[in-house]
């Protein structure tokens, strides 16, 4: 199921679970907005991110994102900062109180 708009969550229909991906609307997107990089982020990501955390979900990445200097890592930063903890084994990211969260 795809959700239409800019930074619609899908589910990925091999694994269930949801991400974000603005694809090739990213520069679209940025042009038409006339954004930086770092304000796509705060504008786009760091709500879904945001939603996340306030459901208390665990989120999977699908490279390790551990010194990543791209959006992986500031997105695996930003979670970090909100009390996450990251599990490299599972490349999982989960709420410090959590015992099990649901995938994003």
């Given amino acids: ?3 239409d708009g800019p930074g619609a969550r ?12 603005l694809g090739r609307d990213w520069q679209k997107i940025k042009t038409e907005q ?3 990089d770092d304000e796509m982020f705060v504008a786009y990501i760091v709500p879904f991110l945001d939603g996340s955390i306030q459901r208390r979900q665990m989120i999977r990445f699908a490279s390790d994102p551990v010194g990543d200097p791209g959006f992986l890592g500031r ?12 599990n ?14 649901s995938p994003a």
């Fill in 88 to 101: 490299p084994r599972e490349r999982a990211a989960s709420p410090a109180s959590a015992e099990q969260g």
């Fill in 10 to 21: 899908a589910r990925d229909p091999r694994e269930g679970h949801k991400y974000f991906d």
């Fill in 34 to 36: 006339v954004l930086t």
């Fill in 75 to 86: 997105q695996f930063e930003y979670l970090l900062q909100h009390g996450y903890i990251y």
């Fill in 1 to 3: 199921m795809v959700e």
